[in-house]
Nanobody
Framework: QVQLVESGGGLVQAGGSLRLSCVAS????????MGWFRQAAGKEREFVAA????????KYTDSVKGRFTISKHNALNTVYLQMNSLKPEDTAVYYC?????????????????WGQGTQVTVSS
């Protein structure tokens, strides 16, 4: 069993930055691929970014490319999502997810473990 705890959310003005962190109770290099998803009010959960077990491969949804960066620090069992140039449409609850195995997926149903989520609100 892996427990994931997100932090770093908050209220920020458009154009600002936030860094989300996700700490895992298990070592993140124990063959876990990691992903970030978000869910805005009244909408379905959507893929944001993912990183492979090795950290060498990443994937982003088109709307965040060039603005968000996913990274992992295996020694700290932590995955990060650096979010720059934030827009009001980035407002959502952001969830960290872990999947057993080396490869990431973009489908939420493929992930085995989820955090409780952290709210990100971007004001215009």
């Amino acid at each position: 069993q892996v427990q994931l705890v997100e932090s770093g959310g908050g209220l920020v003005q458009a154009g600002g930055s936030l860094r989300l962190s996700c700490v895992a109770s298990a070592r993140t290099d124990n063959s876990f691929a990691m992903g970030w998803f978000r869910q805005a009010a009244g909408k379905e959960r959507e893929f944001v970014a993912a990183i492979s077990w090795s950290g060498l491969s990443t994937k982003y949804t088109d709307s965040v490319k060039g603005r968000f960066t996913i990274s992992k620090h295996n020694a700290l069992n932590t995955v990060y999502l650096q979010m720059n140039s934030l827009k009001p449409e980035d407002t959502a609850v952001y969830y960290c997810a872990a999947k057993s195995g080396p490869y990431y997926y973009i489908e939420a149903k493929s992930y085995d473990y989820w955090g409780q989520g952290t709210q990100v609100t971007v004001s215009s």
